[in-house]
């Protein structure tokens, strides 16, 4: 039985508004060790805490109440001017924030926290007693030190059977779409022509260390900087500004009149009833219904956007213990924290966010010595900024430490056996900024609990691409590194191109696309045996759309697709096109084919399969020679 009965209300309530409020403090600490004088601050991170262990006390959660009343008093201690705050007394207090955090793991599991360890809870009553000392406090590690594992690593569900598109059951799949899809179907539909795509642009991190670190503090086995342990499952709960809930009443209610017109007028209509000011009427009314179910669409999906600064607070607290633990001196700096984004994806963007966060303080800043031998500033900048452009949100994260040396890191993959020598030489410094995302890449030779097993980089990027963003890497020796996050807004609806091969409607999304040109048969090369097309001087491969999916044609196609998939650009092959639409995408869990991402359905009610060119092009290592005859003169 849950040792909450009766009170898995106010328990959620509390979680909810206590770990918003740890978050704060946490963010407030970090700024303290800045302005250890701060006597608002201090007044601040206080109140914070007093709420937190009166929480606590309703729920009778006494462990919690305990270590929150011993921290509470240091808190009051430091604001009266009874203590100075120092390194080790940091130390103790975030070592006491941290095991708060896991303590309300523990809560959401509904059962109650076991005490904090004795060696925190004497080192409390040490600081309190004006006794410690940096011989007699313990080493807190970095409040996470989880960091993105690789998928092999991860339970995982059993993979479904591999298929291929002729294996689809349509009627089935028809079934499912119908059920789930048209209810949510943008009421736009397909524009007849083509519509190229709008390009995108980008956006900004940081931490904050002090001296030696104290040792023996135990470690949160969960992390108070919010990594991905800090919960076993995802938050189903949203805050929504009332004033978005009114404008969704608002148009429902506009609809429900709208949706009265159009009954009125079919009932005229049946009867016979047909003169031009009827149809007129049904007509716009119709529209009128187009337009508000558009609205009605745009302000659901506003409910469901957050602003990213959620996400960001969980970050200064997790760059300075790294900091400190690697004994250098690094400030974390966030902006653009107001931009919006889909809850669902802010949830996803963590675990990525979490190592690129520790990868800038480990790898990329240097220490205080090599600092100062390069004539730099002691203390290093981290900055983490989002920003909005268009119907793209972008997140940089960049350092101002020693950057990255494009021909080292190609030594490094040859030496780790990634890519071979002549591969390496072929790559230009761009490309070779890429490979740090292979799997098992990495530039420290020694492993240590922070890095250097070559995990992480390639599982950020695959993570990135599910959320159809993608990643992007410039590095400048001696001055830093900035990584740049692009995602659309939300993944609910997608803007695709809708092409087609044979009588099959695939969708491509629109993110991809660079423009759509007609093939002329006599215009295809070969080179090296692979098809390839000139378009406004540059060489590119022509990839058919048939040869990926595992569809054999004879028949030439018409249209060209300009792509830009993982830093390739191509011409995917195709016999027509539909135009630009926005679709909800259902995914196909049990009959998933390779290269599939989901399926939706037209205004026409037909099925369009949406395509992952990513792992179509994974499958493809090279064209062989042959297998593009038909598009050959």
Not at 125 to 132: N, P, R
Not at 418 to 428: K, M, Y
Request: aromatic residues 4%.
């Amino acid at each position: 039985m849950s040792d909450f009965a009766g009170m898995e209300e106010l328990l959620q309530d509390f979680l909810l508004e206590a770990s918003e409020l740890l978050g704060q403090v946490d963010n407030k600490l970090v700024e303290l060790e800045k302005r250890p004088d701060d006597k608002d601050l201090l007044n601040d991170i206080f109140r914070g805490f007093h709420t937190i262990k009166g929480g606590a006390g309703f729920l009778n959660a006494d462990n919690l109440v305990t270590l929150c009343h011993g921290t509470e008093n240091l808190f009051d201690k430091l604001r009266n001017g009874e203590l100075r705050l120092s390194p080790e007394l940091m130390d103790v207090i975030m070592a006491a924030t941290g095991t708060v955090r896991d303590m309300f793991g523990a809560l959401a599991q509904n059962v109650q926290p076991d005490a904090a360890e004795a060696s925190l809870l004497s080192h409390i009553e040490a600081a309190l007693s004006g006794k410690l000392g940096a011989s007699a406090a313990p080493t807190p590690k970095p409040a996470s030190t989880a960091t993105v594992q690789a998928a092999p690593e991860q339970p995982a569900p059993a993979a479904p059977a591999e298929m291929s598109i002729d294996d689809i059951n349509w009627d089935s799949l028809h079934a499912a779409l119908t059920g789930v899809t048209t209810a949510l179907t943008p009421a736009q539909t397909p524009a007849q022509t083509p519509v190229a795509p709008t390009a995108s642009t980008t956006p900004a991190v940081s931490v904050e260390p002090t001296a030696a670190p104290v040792q023996d503090l135990p470690t949160p086995t969960r992390g108070g900087a919010g990594g991905p342990q800090q919960s076993l499952q995802k938050e189903t709960t949203i805050r929504i500004d009332t004033a978005r809930l009114d404008q969704v009443l608002n148009l429902s209610g506009e609809i429900g009149l709208t949706k009265n017109r159009i009954s009125n007028l079919k009932s005229q209509i049946l009867h016979g009833n047909t003169d031009p000011e009827t149809l007129k009427a049904l007509d716009l009314a119709v529209s009128q219904l187009d337009l508000l179910v558009s609205d009605l669409q745009n302000a659901v999906m506003k409910t469901r956007m957050q602003p990213i600064g959620r996400l960001f607070q969980k970050y200064p607290r997790l760059a300075r213990d790294l900091a400190r633990q690697l004994g250098k001196d690094v400030e974390l700096v966030l902006s653009g924290e107001e931009t919006e984004l889909d809850k669902t994806m802010i949830e996803d963007l963590n675990d990525p966010l979490v190592h690129l966060v520790r990868n800038a303080v480990d790898h990329g800043i240097e220490s205080p010595e090599q600092r100062t031998a390069a004539n730099k500033p002691s203390k290093a900048l981290v900055t983490l900024s989002a920003s909005q452009v268009g119907d793209h949100i972008f997140i940089e994260i960049a350092d101002d430490g020693k950057g990255m040396r494009p021909d080292v890191i190609r030594t490094k993959a040859v030496e780790k056996g990634l890519i071979d020598q002549e591969t390496a030489n072929s790559l230009d410094d761009k490309q070779s900024l890429q490979l740090i995302f292979m799997p098992g890449f990495s530039t420290k030779d020694q492993i240590s609990s922070v890095s250097g097993r070559g995990v992480g980089m390639d599982v950020v990027k695959t993570n990135i691409t599910r959320l159809n963003g993608k990643i992007d890497v410039l590095s400048v020796p001696g001055q830093g590194t900035t990584l740049t996050i692009s995602l659309p807004l939300t993944l609910a609806i997608l803007p695709v191109l809708v092409v087609r091969l044979n009588r099959q409607s695939f969708a491509v999304p629109l993110s991809l696309v660079r423009e759509i040109i007609p093939i002329k048969p006599e215009e295809i090369q070969r080179v090296s045996g692979r098809a390839t097309l000139v378009v406004r001087d540059e060489v590119l491969p022509v990839r058919s759309l048939a040869t990926l999916i595992g569809w054999g044609s004879k028949q030439s196609p018409a249209y060209g697709v300009l792509m830009h998939v993982a830093d390739s650009a191509f011409v995917l092959a195709v016999d027509g096109f539909v135009g630009r639409d926005d679709v909800v995408i259902k995914p196909l869990a049990d009959i998933k084919p390779k290269g599939i991402a989901g399926a939706t359905l037209s205004g026409d009610g037909t099925i369009v399969l949406v395509l992952d060119m990513e792992e179509l092009l994974s499958n493809i290592k090279a064209d062989t020679p042959g297998s593009l005859n038909f598009l050959t003169h």
